[in-house]
C-alpha cells in the first residue's frame, strides 16, 4: 500500500476521541500483514492503543495518536495535498512512520517499534496506560509525530484543563428576583479570568487561556440554576503559580476541578534538522518511560483541528525520509546507562 492510499484509508475510518476502536483494528490488520507482533492494549470496552514491534528489541519506537477532534470528514485530495479529518492530526503521520519504519526494514534495521495512542485529544488516558506497558524500559528513543512541518521540536507548552462549576437557585425568568442566575455568575467569574494578565516565557512565549465550552440552564424561561465552563490554558511556567492566579479571580463564586496538568517541556533537538517551538502539547509527557523524546511531523498546525484540514503530499514523502534519516542517526548514538 502506498503512502497516499494509507493516508486516505486512515482518514475515512472516523475516529473522534472515544470512538478509535475500528481505526485501532485496521492499523493492527495491516502491521500484522507486514510481519510484526501487534498488541491491542485495551483502555475500555471500545478502544485499545496499538503497540508493535519487530523481531528485534524497541529501541527506536514511532508514537503518535490515532484520535481525532470532531466532525469525522472524509478524504479527498488533488495534485498537491490530500483533505479530511486527521489528514495532519496525525493520520498521515502515522502512514509516514508505517513507510519509514518499512524503509529502515528494508535497509536491515530491525529495532523498530510503534506506540499509537487513544485519547491525545482530550486527557491522554492511552498514553498513561502505555507509559505501564513492559517494553517501554526496551526503547531508547521515542520518535513522536504532531504537525511541525517536518521540524524538529525544541519544547512544547505545557498544559492545564479544569471546569468551573457555578450554582445559582432555579425560579421563573419573569420574576428574576425569586433565584439566582448560575450563567451571570459564571460570566462574572469568566470576565475576572479573561483580565488576567499571564506570566510568559523567552522560548515557550505567552501563556494562553481558552474558554472551549460554557454549558448550564435548562429553558430561556428558567432561571439557570447550574452553569460550567470548561477551559484549557497552554503553560509556559509550572501549573502552581497559574492555579494560584486563577483561584484568585473565580474568589471562591463557584468551584474549580482540575482535569489535567503537566508543565512545558524541554526537548532533544538533534544538529542537522530544522527546529522549532510549538505552542501546543502532545502525549510526550505521559509517555516518560519510553526513552528520550523527539518530536517531528509533517504538516502545519495551522491546518490542525479547522474544516480545511489538510496535508501537503510533498511534505508527507519528505516525512518517510526524515522519519528514517531520524531514526538511522539516533541508530549510532551511544545507549544510555539503563537504556
Not at 524500559?137 to 457555578?166: H, Q, W
Amino acid at each position: 500500500m502506498d503512502l497516499f492510499t494509507l493516508t486516505r484509508q486512515l482518514i475515512d475510518i472516523p475516529s473522534i476521541t472515544g470512538d478509535e476502536g475500528a481505526v485501532g483494528r485496521f492499523l493492527a490488520q495491516h502491521l500484522a500483514k507486514l510481519g510484526y507482533a501487534v498488541e491491542l492494549q485495551a483502555i475500555d470496552r471500545e478502544r485499545s492503543n496499538l503497540i508493535a514491534t519487530t523481531d528485534g528489541s524497541p529501541g527506536i519506537v514511532f508514537s503518535t495518536h490515532m484520535d481525532t477532534v470532531p466532525p469525522h470528514f472524509g478524504s479527498s485530495e488533488d495534485e498537491e495535498n490530500i483533505y479530511g479529518r486527521g489528514a495532519c492530526d496525525a493520520k498521515g503521520i502515522i502512514a509516514a512512520q508505517i513507510l519509514a519504519a518499512e524503509k529502515l526494514r528494508a535497509e536491515g534495521f530491525s529495532e523498530i517499534g510503534f506506540v499509537f495512542t487513544v485519547d491525545e485529544e482530550m486527557a491522554s488516558l492511552g498514553a498513561t496506560a502505555a507509559n505501564a506497558h513492559p517494553l517501554a524500559r526496551e526503547c531508547r528513543y521515542l520518535i513522536n509525530g504532531e504537525p511541525t512541518d517536518n521540524k524538529m521540536a525544541a519544547g512544547t507548552k505545557g498544559s492545564l484543563r479544569f471546569t468551573i462549576v457555578c450554582e445559582g437557585r432555579a425560579a421563573h425568568s419573569a420574576y428574576p428576583e425569586q433565584g439566582e442566575s448560575a450563567l451571570e455568575k459564571l460570566l462574572d467569574v469568566l470576565e475576572s479570568i479573561r483580565r488576567l494578565v499571564w506570566p510568559s516565557d523567552e522560548m515557550f512565549g505567552e501563556t494562553t487561556c481558552n474558554i472551549g465550552v460554557i454549558s448550564g440552564g435548562t429553558r430561556p424561561n428558567v432561571i439557570p440554576a447550574e452553569a460550567e465552563a470548561e477551559l484549557q490554558i497552554r503553560l509556559v511556567t509550572s501549573a502552581a503559580p497559574i492555579k494560584q492566579m486563577i483561584e484568585a479571580a473565580v474568589a471562591g463564586r463557584g468551584q474549580i476541578k482540575y482535569s489535567s496538568e503537566h508543565e512545558p517541556v524541554r526537548l532533544q533537538a538533534l544538529p542537522g534538522f530544522e527546529i522549532c517551538v510549538p505552542r501546543f502539547t502532545t502525549d510526550i509527557p505521559y509517555l516518560s518511560n519510553w526513552g528520550t523524546p523527539l518530536l517531528v511531523g509533517p504538516g502545519s498546525i495551522f491546518d490542525a483541528h479547522t474544516g480545511h484540514e489538510k496535508i501537503s503530499k510533498r511534505e508527507l514523502i519528505g516525512a518517510v525520509d526524515l522519519y528514517a534519516r531520524l531514526a538511522r542517526v539516533l541508530s549510532e548514538r551511544p545507549a544510555v546507562a539503563g537504556r
